[in-house]
């Protein structure tokens, strides 16, 4: 059965996804371009509305200045900075205007396993915006420009050694990319330690698993076999905030990507999110956010209008 809709009532567009499509002649998996080259092929409108790419972005800023927004989070990169956003996470860029420097886009499926997971790609908890310095911004300027030009040298060599060229460029890039603060283990920003502690990861591997199920520390201390306070202060060292602002960060995440994404209502949200009811979640949902569930839903695929 289909719901009509309102009377007189636009329907409100949903976020598109966007799949990975490789270049004619190009390889799979894998393109580098320069933001140039970014704004003469692509539709402008399109990357300034909100979409979901199934792939990551790895942009690094020559010169200028570019506003781009993820997951639903509005970042300023200046000259030197860099953006990571994984594939799933909700983004559009501002005005292109001006702002020079290369991206690469790439499904994780094209780095072999043990990189993927050293350069932990799957980490949606990173910090989607770094700044790095010095001598490790110098390497990761020269790894990403490296392998910009192997992608444009097709040709130079058959086809399946150029692809394992680019796998093990786009290796080291990656690797840099993880770790842009350099040997000292201090992220460039002074956000703290680059490693993070076995608690903090237990907890959020657990937090990621859990959080439809739980949304109170004492559950998880419980479950780990840590006491509250030992997750709190571990969270905080790592994340920089509480293990309960942790949680409810996480939860609100998830809440944005339903509302954005699609027609549920917000009972049926409230179920997926694990709320008793719809009311209980829209309480929660504006004492995080400051906005109702569907109020955030209006304006963020209005934005997409």
């Known amino acids: 059965m289909v719901k009509k809709r309102q009377e007189g009532v636009e329907p409100v567009p949903e976020i598109r996804e966007v799949a990975f499509s490789a270049p004619a002649g190009r390889p799979a998996g894998v393109e580098v371009m320069t933001l140039a080259e970014l704004r003469e092929r692509a539709n402008a409108c399109q990357l300034s509305t909100p979409h979901r790419p199934g792939f990551h972005h790895l942009l690094t800023l020559d010169s200028g200045r570019l506003v781009h927004s993820v997951d639903f989070r509005e970042h300023v990169l200046n000259p030197g900075d860099l953006l990571w956003s994984r594939p799933g996470q909700v983004q559009h860029f501002g005005d292109l205007t001006g702002a020079e420097g290369r991206l690469v886009l790439f499904e994780a499926g094209f780095l072999d396993p043990a990189t993927a997971a050293a350069a932990r790609i799957e980490d949606w908890y ?49 690797l840099r990319a993880a770790y842009p603060g350099g040997p000292a283990g201090e992220a460039a920003d002074g956000s703290g330690a680059c490693e993070a502690s076995e608690t903090y990861l237990r907890f959020r591997d657990a937090v990621e698993r859990d959080f439809t199920r739980s949304r109170r520390v004492a559950d998880y201390a419980r479950s780990l076999g840590y006491a509250p306070r030992t997750l709190s202060r571990a969270t905080e060292a790592t994340a920089g905030v509480g293990a309960k602002e942790f949680i409810d960060r996480r939860v609100v995440l998830e809440a944005k990507r339903l509302l954005a994404h699609g027609d549920q209502s917000a009972a049926r949200i409230a179920d997926r999110l694990g709320f008793a009811d719809a009311t209980n979640f829209s309480k929660y949902f504006q004492r995080q956010t400051g906005t109702t569930p569907i109020a955030f839903r209006v304006t963020v695929r209005g934005g997409a209008g």
């Open 126 to 174: 990173g910090p989607p915006v770094r700044h790095p310095e010095g001598a490790a911004a110098r390497r990761l300027d020269e790894a990403m420009r490296q392998l910009h030009r192997e992608f444009g040298a097709l040709g130079g060599l058959p086809l399946e050694i150029h692809i394992e060229v680019l796998r093990h460029l786009l290796a080291v890039l990656v």
